[in-house]
């Protein structure tokens, strides 16, 4: 008798239509894997989305670093005075959008949280056996 080990979380869309296939597992199972891999899926997608916002301050943050030589090398110029307001407009307008994304951050990161948890039930409530 072979005997095979397959971890939940691993699982994906394919593998358990193949099980279906081979009428390996029941309809109620494919039905509660079905809804694990969902889930996974929700998490990926709110990990994803935060990852994008981090990479979204890290562009800001790099373009402040910029802005901020700028008005460093202007000194004594002309158009100092134009170009220090826009400048400061910019850097103003660029830790106002840095709130917002740290606050997004924060708030998914907390669905994620959320979501994680209750994959993590769904995984620890399905009893599994199945002869593969």
Known sequence: MQETTYQ???LNDE?????VRQKTISPEMQQALAKITAQK???SKLEEEMENRQKDIER?????GRLRENMKALRGSAEEKALLQRYTRQLDEQETRLDALRKKI????AQRDQ????LEK???DLQLEATL
Not at 60 to 64: G, K, N, S, T, Y
Not at 106 to 109: A, I, L, N, R, V
Request: charged letters at 25%; aromatic letters at 4%.
């Open 15 to 19: 593998q358990i239509a193949l099980f």
């Open 41 to 43: 899926a929700v998490v």
């Open 8 to 10: 939940l979380s691993d």
């Open 115 to 118: 979501a994680n948890d209750l």
């Open 60 to 64: 800001i943050v790099d373009d402040q």
């Open 122 to 124: 769904m995984i620890d």
């Open 106 to 109: 924060e708030q998914t990161e």
